[in-house]
């Protein structure tokens, strides 16, 4: 296993396109596929939850910083049952919803997407998803 692969901060310290673009995106979205062509239940619980924190946080500051109709922030998972407490009553606290972004109103999952990702690769673009979450009204 390429343990260069798996450090995502290889492909944040390596890449000076990583600029919280939309397009930038799309840089992610090709390192989540290759950390995909590594066994990924081979992937330590740490190794799996850093590649997914890391990258969903860059997901989602990307969002907060580009969505200029809402007024994105990060919650964690108790504050967001706090605002929706019909939808996270049902949901059990885990990485995916460890920390969420809502307007007040909505909630967005980057890491959710992250994780969705490397379960089903490219239909599941973080590039499409970001994009498609600022224009959510």
């Known amino acids: ?20 673009s939309y397009d930038s ?14 066994d990924l239940d081979k992937l330590s619980n740490e190794q799996f939850a850093r590649i997914v924190v890391r990258a969903g946080a860059y997901v989602g500051e ?10 994105w922030n990060w919650v964690n ?24 972004l809502t307007d007040g109103q909505q909630f967005t999952f980057p890491l959710n997407k992250v994780i969705k990702f490397l379960n089903n690769g490219e239909e ?9 979450s600022s224009k959510l009204q």
């Open 1 to 20: 296993m390429n343990k260069q692969i798996l450090s995502i901060n290889w492909i944040f310290k390596k890449n000076k396109e990583l600029n919280f």
């Open 62 to 71: 990307t969002i907060k910083r580009n969505d200029k109709s809402k007024q």
């Open 124 to 132: 599941d673009s973080l590039y499409l998803y970001a994009v498609s």
């Open 77 to 100: 998972f108790e504050n967001a049952q706090k605002i929706n407490s019909k939808f996270y009553n049902d949901s059990e606290k885990s990485l995916s919803y460890a920390t969420v």
């Open 25 to 38: 995106l799309k840089i992610v979205d090709q390192y989540l596929l290759e950390v995909r062509k590594t």
